[in-house]
């Protein structure tokens, strides 16, 4: 940032300190300023290229400024259990993920034992590598144990006397270090709760701990908090019905609210040095900022030869992307996780929506206020396994669940494509896909309520589990084999878990559960199937029921023109353009997919554009990385699934028939037929109204933000009404109405009614004009629509049919009929959809649906806040000032203000064509979209190659740099320093800087020949290294020189990819390096794809392919993630 720049904020914002440039509302009202300095020409012109310019001039000196704002504080205290920070800059701590290794040993016979725990504790030992630890190598990012509670040991060791093993609780607690006022005030809020709930109170136990022994580092240090355990047991006389472990989860969780009002810390506030770790009359919990052999050295308990146990689970933690804290070490309370829930906040903004509807004061056995007082489920601060076990323990102790039974209903195997399933089953699962969205992500989760233990997989299997049974009754389950060294001659049996499956072990009965077996009695409790038949509702049948439906005239169209030239109006106004017929759309009506385009995009961010964009070009779709490996859309099709229950639902704690009496949609995306059947629907107590997503043209930028805010209000009246499903429609799009962004208004509706805990009392639906493409349909159900109508694109389709601009029937002269072209493009968009998810390792719509997996690029905190709550926006940008005035010209060149051309003229005919895939010079005034591969810039890239000329490369260079200013944050982004630029004489020479040099892994193929063989000779010559990439190398281009030297044509570095193109043992053994792919870098998450077309000749050859054949290398997937 430019000095000058940062001494005007400065001055603007007075005294404060560095922290409080962070603060939001100045952000917001900074940011606002900018939109507003901008300004408007007149309405729906081209008027928005200043505004934009003004825009990027300030994102340019506040590029590297965060836009994530600090948290309320709590109660001052002098230490921590978690160094968590703030968001700030690029860091969230919302994004946190755990990745880790874990395993359990158990006693079928349930007799504690000594080595029962010993051997857990050496199971964690050994996975040491499965963890992490941070820059220090003795701080690491978490490791405990889980077992059951070795009464004799307590008996001995308290002061006091205790119940009988069972008729008690104990909790574990992180409290202040060295703070006795702070610490006081927790054991007194604590002790108020359980007087609250009938608890006795036998007494507190400093858990002694020894941080010399286990060598802890300094991070781990300055966080450590004082452990201490407390006993309590229900009061004489005390005659409840509510099982002891369910009022003693209810007991923690009061205990953190009436510690955090003591406090004065808010309800939605994490306590940075308070927490409980466990508090059960079956489990404790011994867990820490720990590396796993600090374990047993830190804490003397677990080191006493009296400290026996029937069930140990343990747990090393790797913090994917996270800072690492004493509380978010596992195990947690009624689990242990390895793996990442990718769909976390998706499955939390359900589970807050869901908390209307809950009703647990019957099985809990408390009042509306204080269940009221215990939400939300999912308390802040919580990581994606922490927020997995808070759902887990509801569903079992306040949903009177059982374990597994509550394991198939969040991480269900793969049931939509399989017809070998037993059908009671497969009824169970399609039953409660209707009661909630499945948890997805590679995931082995180990599960305990103290009487039962068990694993499962999720359904892709992206985790490993392996278990051996001992012929003297011991289970050991862990994320691999060698953690526990057992004769062979002692194993009675092993085996490995598999994708969906289940390992459960029931420790009062003796046995380990079959996965087919206690699925079938689980299948058997209650008759789902018929439960599915009577209630769910029927797309198919609504359809039928409605009859035949008029198609609804579209605003705008020319009932005296064919063809698409009938529809340019609309077409215009909802952002259509040449490109998108051609490219986008006639490609997936021809063949069934989308098109294939080459690599990369040299086009501006939506943010930095001069031309009008669609909301949906401000987000990017993340991607599984190396931890969290995505999944293969073509080859593992069984387990993915676009079918979806939506409208109202049932109380997630209780099983009843009417919890099916849902609506099933086989896919997003519904005809116009569909549509107008559930906007007429009246259909077993069913019933839709029809929301109006479009202002007035006088009301110019301001009608935008007012429209959302009305949107909100009247989907919460409907729901207030009993309506099942609201409609958002943009169909009253007219020369003086302006459409709302469908994508603004299903998040702005989505997250009210989410925020109102209504969100799960109706469906929301879009009808469309807007929506066509992939990316569209992607972003409109991560930001919660159920189901979307694109009518337009439909009635395109029809349009491009009229105009004999589709592909012929088979054997006809005829185009294809139209409903196969709108099949075709339905099954191109539903593939493309699939693909999406499977980059961020999604099987099912169900999950990705409100799952959020995108960043905002480019949009300001009104807009987030308002629309796509809890989405990472780090750079600020357009609010809705900027996204109303696009709305306006998109508007304005369908219905102009001004009288149509007269006929003839080209504007007449045809849509604009803005040059956003195509360079396109700008014409009569109307600007284009620029690009970075301009023509100028490469006429002289051209000139300087041809003459060897310096100036002309320079000229290049400039003209490029430019352009990046305009294009990319990076562009935007100078060198600050203030030392002394170091004399080149001191600096290691050019010739010796380039050798360390590496090209990109550009693959034969995707590049041509003459490209591949030139980078490979110039790097040879500098003494650098060229990367084959993923397509193999001739091995004409291996075979050395007649003087033993190697050929300048072959690339010292080798590739291997999933897909494993072209890969032999003489072209691995001709490298000086050998890279396994990790991830695709062009398009991340998905493997490597080349056309048919290109897999020609040579190519062929050099990828031992067949010509003419397309190639697509599947995305890195289990074995590369287990290298």
Same mark, same amino acid.
């Given at each position: 940032?430019?000095?000058?720049?940062?001494?005007?904020?400065?001055?603007?914002?007075?005294?404060?300190?560095?922290?409080?440039?962070?603060?939001?509302?100045?952000?917001?009202?900074?940011?606002?300023?900018?939109?507003?300095?901008?300004?408007?020409?007149?309405?729906?012109?081209?008027?928005?290229?200043?505004?934009?310019?003004?825009?990027?001039?300030?994102?340019?000196?506040?590029?590297?400024?965060?836009?994530?704002?600090?948290?309320?504080?709590?109660?001052?205290?002098?230490?921590?259990?978690?160094?968590?920070?703030?968001?700030?800059?690029?860091?969230?701590?919302?994004?946190?993920?755990?990745?880790?290794?874990?395993?359990?040993?158990?006693?079928?016979?349930?007799?504690?034992?000594?080595?029962?725990?010993?051997?857990?504790?050496?199971?964690?030992?050994?996975?040491?590598?499965?963890?992490?630890?941070?820059?220090?190598?003795?701080?690491?990012?978490?490791?405990?144990?889980?077992?059951?509670?070795?009464?004799?040991?307590?008996?001995?060791?308290?002061?006091?006397?205790?119940?009988?093993?069972?008729?008690?609780?104990?909790?574990?607690?992180?409290?202040?270090?060295?703070?006795?006022?702070?610490?006081?005030?927790?054991?007194?809020?604590?002790?108020?709760?359980?007087?609250?709930?009938?608890?006795?109170?036998?007494?507190?136990?400093?858990?002694?701990?020894?941080?010399?022994?286990?060598?802890?580092?300094?991070?781990?240090?300055?966080?450590?908090?004082?452990?201490?355990?407390?006993?309590?047991?229900?009061?004489?006389?005390?005659?409840?019905?509510?099982?002891? !472990?369910?009022?003693?989860? $209810?007991?923690?969780? %009061?205990?953190?609210?009436?510690?955090? *009002? #003591?406090?004065? @810390? +808010?309800?939605?506030?994490?306590?940075?040095?308070?927490?409980?770790?466990?508090?059960?009359?079956?489990?404790?919990?011994?867990?820490?900022?720990?590396?796993?052999?600090?374990?047993?050295?830190?804490?003397?308990?677990?080191?006493?030869?009296?400290?026996?146990?029937?069930?140990?689970?343990?747990?090393?933690?790797?913090?994917?992307?996270?800072?690492?804290?004493?509380?978010?070490?596992?195990?947690?309370?009624?689990?242990?996780?390895?793996?990442?829930?990718?769909?976390?906040?998706?499955?939390?903004?359900?589970?807050?929506?869901? !908390?209307?509807?809950?009703? $647990?004061?019957?099985? %809990?056995?408390?009042?509306?206020?204080? *269940? #009221?007082?215990? @939400? +939300?489920?999912?308390?802040?601060?919580?990581?994606?396994?922490?927020?997995?076990?808070?759902?887990?323990?509801?569903?079992?102790?306040?949903?009177?669940?059982?374990?597994?039974?509550?394991?198939?209903?969040?991480?269900?195997?793969?049931?939509?494509?399989?017809?070998?399933?037993?059908?009671?089953?497969?009824?169970?699962?399609?039953?409660?896909?209707?009661?909630?969205?499945?948890?997805?992500?590679?995931?082995?989760?180990?599960?305990?309520?103290?009487?039962?233990?068990?694993?499962?997989?999720?359904?892709?299997?992206?985790?490993?589990?392996?278990?051996?049974?001992?012929?003297?009754?011991?289970?050991?389950?862990?994320?691999?084999?060698?953690?526990?060294?057992?004769?062979?001659?002692?194993?009675?049996?092993?085996?490995?878990?598999?994708?969906?499956?289940?390992?459960?072990?029931?420790?009062?009965?003796?046995?380990?559960?079959?996965?087919?077996?206690?699925?079938?009695?689980?299948?058997?409790?209650?008759?789902?199937?018929?439960?599915?038949?009577?209630?769910?509702?029927?797309?198919?049948?609504?359809?039928?029921?409605?009859?035949?439906?008029?198609?609804?005239?579209?605003?705008?169209?020319?009932?005296?023109?064919?063809?698409?030239?009938?529809?340019?109006?609309?077409?215009?106004?909802?952002?259509?353009?040449?490109?998108?017929?051609?490219?986008?759309?006639?490609?997936?009506?021809?063949?069934?997919?989308?098109?294939?385009?080459?690599?990369?995009?040299?086009?501006?961010?939506?943010?930095?554009?001069?031309?009008?964009?669609?909301?949906?070009?401000?987000?990017?779709?993340?991607?599984?990385?190396?931890?969290?490996?995505?999944?293969?859309?073509?080859?593992?099709?069984?387990?993915?699934?676009?079918?979806?229950?939506?409208?109202?639902?049932?109380?997630?704690?209780?099983?009843?028939?009417?919890?099916?009496?849902?609506?099933?949609?086989?896919?997003?995306?519904?005809?116009?037929?569909?549509?107008?059947?559930?906007?007429?629907?009246?259909?077993?107590?069913?019933?839709?109204?029809?929301?109006?997503?479009?202002?007035?043209?006088?009301?110019?930028?301001?009608?935008?933000?007012?429209?959302?805010?009305?949107?909100?209000?009247?989907?919460?009246?409907?729901?207030?009404?009993?309506?099942?499903?609201?409609?958002?429609?943009?169909?009253?799009?007219?020369?003086?109405?302006?459409?709302?962004?469908?994508?603004?208004?299903?998040?702005?509706?989505?997250?009210?009614?989410?925020?109102?805990?209504?969100?799960?009392?109706?469906?929301?639906?879009?009808?469309?004009?807007?929506?066509?493409?992939?990316?569209?349909?992607?972003?409109?159900?991560?930001?919660?629509?159920?189901?979307?109508?694109?009518?337009?694109?439909?009635?395109?389709?029809?349009?491009?049919?009229?105009?004999?601009?589709?592909?012929?029937?088979?054997?006809?002269?005829?185009?294809?009929?139209?409903?196969?072209?709108?099949?075709?493009?339905?099954?191109?968009?539903?593939?493309?959809?699939?693909?999406?998810?499977?980059?961020?390792?999604?099987?099912?719509?169900?999950?990705?649906?409100?799952?959020?997996?995108?960043?905002?690029?480019?949009?300001?905190?009104?807009?987030?806040?308002?629309?796509?709550?809890?989405?990472?926006?780090?750079?600020?940008?357009?609010?809705?000032?900027?996204?109303?005035?696009?709305?306006?010209?998109?508007?304005?060149?369908?219905?102009?203000?001004?009288?149509?051309?007269?006929?003839?003229?080209?504007?007449?005919?045809?849509?604009?064509?803005?040059?956003?895939?195509?360079?396109?010079?700008?014409?009569?005034?109307?600007?284009?979209?620029?690009?970075?591969?301009?023509?100028?810039?490469?006429?002289?890239?051209?000139?300087?190659?041809?003459?060897?000329?310096?100036?002309?490369?320079?000229?290049?260079?400039?003209?490029?740099?430019?352009?990046?200013?305009?294009?990319?944050?990076?562009?935007?982004?100078?060198?600050?320093?203030?030392?002394?630029?170091?004399?080149?004489?001191?600096?290691?020479?050019?010739?010796?800087?380039?050798?360390?040099?590496?090209?990109?892994?550009?693959?034969?193929?995707?590049?041509?020949?003459?490209?591949?063989?030139?980078?490979?000779?110039?790097?040879?010559?500098?003494?650098?290294?060229?990367?084959?990439?993923?397509?193999?190398?001739?091995?004409?281009?291996?075979?050395?020189?007649?003087?033993?030297?190697?050929?300048?044509?072959?690339?010292?570095?080798?590739?291997?990819?999933?897909?494993?193109?072209?890969?032999?043992?003489?072209?691995?053994?001709?490298?000086?390096?050998?890279?396994?792919?990790?991830?695709?870098?062009?398009?991340?998450?998905?493997?490597?794809?080349?056309?048919?077309?290109?897999?020609?000749?040579?190519?062929?050859?050099?990828?031992?392919?067949?010509?003419?054949?397309?190639?697509?290398?599947?995305?890195?997937?289990?074995?590369?993630?287990?290298?």
């Amino acid at each position: 940032m430019a000095s000058s720049h940062a001494a005007a904020l400065s001055s603007a914002r007075g005294a404060g300190t560095p922290s409080a440039f962070l603060a939001d509302p100045l952000r917001r009202s900074s940011i606002n300023r900018v939109n507003r300095d901008g300004g408007v020409a007149r309405a729906g012109g081209f008027a928005t290229g200043a505004h934009r310019s003004a825009l990027r001039a300030k994102l340019r000196g506040r590029i590297c400024r965060p836009n994530r704002t600090a948290g309320r504080g709590v109660m001052p205290v002098e230490a921590k259990h978690s160094a968590v920070p703030e968001a700030k800059g690029l860091f969230d701590p919302g994004n946190d993920r755990d990745a880790c290794g874990v395993g359990f040993v158990g006693e079928l016979s349930k007799t504690p034992s000594r080595r029962n725990v010993t051997q857990a504790l050496e199971m964690l030992v050994r996975m040491t590598h499965r963890g992490a630890c941070g820059c220090e190598e003795n701080t690491g990012d978490g490791a405990g144990i889980l077992a059951s509670i070795p009464h004799d040991f307590f008996a001995q060791k308290c002061a006091f006397d205790l119940p009988p093993a069972g008729d008690y609780g104990l909790g574990m607690f992180y409290l202040p270090k060295d703070d006795p006022t702070a610490r006081g005030v927790c054991v007194e809020a604590v002790e108020a709760a359980c007087a609250e709930l009938g608890f006795d109170v036998l007494g507190w136990r400093d858990v002694p701990t020894d941080s010399g022994a286990a060598d802890l580092g300094e991070s781990a240090l300055a966080t450590e908090p004082d452990v201490a355990q407390l006993f309590v047991a229900p009061r004489d006389g005390d005659q409840s019905a509510i099982p002891l !472990e369910t009022r003693l989860y $209810v007991l923690r969780r %009061l205990a953190t609210v009436r510690t955090k *009002q #003591a406090r004065g @810390a +808010p309800a939605d506030d994490v306590l940075d040095d308070f927490f409980v770790c466990s508090l059960s009359s079956r489990t404790v919990v011994y867990k820490g900022q720990l590396k796993p052999d600090q374990v047993m050295s830190y804490f003397p308990d677990l080191q006493d030869e009296s400290f026996t146990a029937y069930l140990s689970l343990v747990h090393s933690r790797f913090s994917t992307n996270t800072f690492p804290s004493w509380d978010r070490a596992q195990p947690l309370h009624m689990m242990g996780h390895n793996g990442e829930i990718n769909t976390l906040k998706g499955n939390s903004n359900w589970m807050l929506a869901r !908390e209307g509807l809950i009703d $647990v004061t019957e099985k %809990l056995g408390v009042s509306d206020a204080l *269940q #009221a007082e215990l @939400a +939300p489920t999912i308390e802040g601060g919580l990581s994606d396994s922490g927020a997995f076990d808070a759902v887990l323990e509801l569903l079992v102790k306040g949903g009177g669940r059982s374990l597994a039974e509550a394991m198939m209903l969040m991480i269900p195997e793969a049931w939509q494509n399989n017809p070998h399933m037993d059908p009671a089953r497969r009824a169970f699962y399609e039953f409660h896909s209707a009661v909630m969205e499945p948890w997805d992500g590679p995931a082995l989760v180990t599960f305990t309520d103290g009487v039962q233990v068990g694993a499962t997989l999720d359904r892709n299997g992206l985790r490993p589990g392996r278990f051996y049974l001992t012929k003297t009754g011991r289970i050991v389950m862990a994320s691999e084999v060698g953690v526990v060294d057992i004769p062979p001659e002692e194993i009675e049996q092993k085996g490995r878990l598999r994708p969906g499956n289940i390992l459960l072990v029931d420790f009062d009965k003796g046995t380990i559960l079959q996965d087919a077996d206690m699925k079938a009695k689980i299948a058997a409790k209650r008759p789902y199937a018929d439960w599915v038949k009577n209630q769910v509702i029927e797309l198919d049948h609504l359809v039928a029921d409605a009859g035949a439906v008029a198609k609804p005239a579209i605003s705008g169209a020319r009932d005296d023109a064919n063809g698409v030239i009938g529809l340019l109006a609309p077409l215009r106004a909802a952002g259509f353009t040449r490109e998108a017929l051609d490219m986008i759309l006639l490609p997936m009506i021809g063949t069934g997919s989308e098109a294939l385009g080459s690599m990369g995009n040299d086009a501006p961010l939506a943010v930095m554009s001069e031309i009008p964009k669609l909301t949906y070009e401000y987000f990017k779709q993340m991607f599984a990385q190396v931890t969290n490996p995505p999944i293969d859309p073509i080859r593992e099709e069984v387990v993915t699934s676009l079918e979806c229950m939506v409208g109202p639902e049932g109380d997630l704690v209780t099983t009843q028939e009417s919890s099916a009496h849902r609506l099933r949609l086989r896919s997003p995306l519904l005809t116009f037929e569909q549509m107008e059947a559930i906007k007429s629907m009246d259909h077993m107590g069913w019933t839709s109204r029809v929301l109006d997503a479009t202002y007035d043209v006088d009301e110019g930028t301001a009608g935008l933000e007012r429209t959302l805010d009305r949107l909100a209000l009247e989907a919460s009246a409907a729901v207030a009404d009993g309506v099942a499903c609201v409609v958002i429609s943009d169909r009253a799009q007219g020369p003086s109405r302006v459409a709302v962004s469908s994508l603004l208004s299903c998040g702005a509706v989505h997250h009210h009614l989410v925020q109102k805990l209504e969100r799960t009392r109706v469906a929301i639906l879009l009808d469309s004009a807007e929506a066509r493409d992939v990316h569209h349909f992607c972003t409109l159900t991560g930001f919660g629509a159920d189901g979307v109508c694109p009518y337009l694109a439909i009635e395109a389709v029809g349009m491009l049919r009229e105009d004999n601009l589709v592909p012929n029937a088979p054997g006809s002269d005829s185009p294809a009929p139209l409903e196969k072209l709108v099949d075709n493009y339905f099954h191109a968009v539903e593939h493309g959809m699939l693909k999406v998810f499977a980059k961020m390792g999604i099987s099912t719509l169900a999950s990705y649906k409100g799952a959020q997996i995108f960043e905002a690029l480019g949009l300001n905190s009104d807009v987030v806040a308002k629309c796509f709550k809890g989405t990472v926006s780090r750079v600020e940008g357009v609010g809705f000032d900027q996204l109303a005035a696009d709305a306006l010209a998109m508007h304005h060149m369908g219905f102009p203000a001004r009288a149509a051309a007269p006929d003839g003229k080209a504007e007449t005919a045809t849509l604009r064509n803005a040059g956003e895939y195509h360079w396109r010079g700008e014409k009569d005034g109307v600007p284009t979209e620029r690009h970075l591969n301009d023509p100028k810039a490469i006429q002289h890239l051209q000139a300087a190659s041809r003459q060897n000329s310096p100036d002309e490369y320079r000229k290049y260079a400039d003209i490029t740099d430019e352009l990046n200013k305009g294009c990319n944050l990076r562009g935007m982004i100078t060198f600050e320093s203030d030392r002394e630029p170091v004399p080149v004489d001191q600096v290691e020479p050019a010739s010796n800087i380039v050798k360390r040099f590496c090209t990109g892994a550009m693959s034969y193929g995707s590049i041509s020949l003459e490209a591949h063989s030139t980078l490979a000779r110039a790097m040879n010559r500098l003494g650098g290294k060229s990367n084959t990439g993923e397509g193999g190398e001739n091995p004409r281009r291996l075979v050395p020189q007649a003087d033993g030297s190697k050929n300048p044509e072959r690339s010292a570095i080798k590739q291997i990819a999933s897909g494993r193109f072209g890969v032999t043992a003489y072209y691995l053994s001709n490298s000086d390096e050998i890279q396994i792919k990790m991830a695709q870098g062009a398009k991340p998450g998905e493997g490597g794809e080349l056309p048919g077309t290109k897999v020609q000749g040579d190519i062929a050859v050099t990828r031992m392919s067949t010509p003419g054949v397309g190639l697509i290398s599947p995305p890195p997937h289990h074995d590369i993630y287990s290298i």
